[in-house]
């Protein structure tokens, strides 16, 4: 049994809920966690996320707040690697004909030599490839990126990236369900966030995608009204009550069933979990250590 697993307390609700959205017992597809700071939104995915282990559910989780810069392309990217590649090789395909390796020509001292980048600088027909190094004066960047100065073929080209990703994930989800997880959605970049409202969710409202279950956590969610009421499942965390504490501190944590010592972390963690979490890890170190500092 994994840490979370056997942590996990008062959240019964959500993950019954997440389950039944996963075995197809309910039409919601979507559910949005909206909840402040230390309530645990975190800990529920983490938590969910095992039980798609367990079930061998293919799972991807996108955390807004890991410091990845999360464009367009970044996203589907984490997606296709999380449910498998192998799946996805028409995608790939795809994401090698239509993007480009970024490159930037620099005189590093050498003599100038003849550079040819094809047609329309781009690497059709050029006499350089990536990888590379031609009379020290090209630097290349591996980065792979849709390289477009007009607005319309930028589009043109994601959206031939979105059809051939979501033609890959309708195979994929004809053997079994998939799910999408997206943390800290309060830290959503401007095209994540697009891509996920204008293609993603409308394609699970309209029923062109089955087998897909979606969990949106964060202090603030997506602004979506009641037309949308038929596939969502909105939901909040409460704050721990004492019995919660209790049965976190004592059963899960393993301290012992001191009342006073139990209230006291429980007053001062205020219910919040990820509080009580760090009070009582302190607790246990302690305890593992044996609290002597007569050395120091």
């Not at 999408?180 to 409308?202: G, H, M, N, R």
């Not at 139990?262 to 607790?283: D, K």
């Amino acid at each position: 049994m994994s840490n979370i697993v056997k942590l996990f307390v008062n959240r019964e609700k959500q993950t019954a809920g997440f389950i039944k959205m996963m075995e197809g017992g309910t039409p919601k597809r979507v559910m949005i966690i909206e909840a402040g700071g230390g309530l645990g939104k975190s800990w529920a995915i983490e938590y969910m996320r095992e039980e798609c282990q367990r079930r061998k559910v293919p799972n991807v989780e996108v955390d807004f707040a890991d410091g990845v810069i999360y464009d367009f392309l970044a996203v589907l990217r984490r997606a296709r690697d999380s449910f498998g590649a192998s799946a996805f090789n028409a995608f790939t395909q795809t994401i090698n004909q239509v993007t480009q390796p970024t490159l930037r020509i620099e005189n590093v001292g050498s003599s100038s030599s003849n550079i040819t980048l094809g047609e329309a600088n781009n690497l059709a027909g050029a006499n350089v490839t990536v990888g590379d190094v031609a009379g020290g004066n090209i630097i290349k960047d591996n980065s792979f990126v849709i390289n477009a100065d007009s607005a319309v073929v930028r589009q043109a080209l994601q959206d031939r990236l979105t059809v051939a990703f979501f033609e890959c994930l309708e195979q994929l989800t004809a053997q079994g369900p998939v799910c999408f997880f997206f943390d800290t959605y309060d830290k959503v970049t401007i095209e994540a966030e697009s891509w996920l409202l204008t293609q993603l969710l409308p394609r699970l409202r309209e029923r062109q995608l089955t087998n897909v279950v979606v969990v949106i956590a964060g202090r603030s969610a997506p602004k979506l009204d009641n037309a949308w009421d038929s596939i969502i499942a909105r939901t909040g965390l409460d704050l721990f009550k004492v019995e919660h504490a209790t049965e976190y501190l004592v059963q899960r944590c393993g301290l012992k069933d001191e009342a006073s010592v139990i209230n006291a972390l429980f007053q001062a963690s205020t219910g919040l979990p990820q509080l009580l979490a760090m009070l009582a890890e302190n607790i246990l170190r302690s305890q593992d250590t044996g609290g002597q500092d007569d050395w120091l």
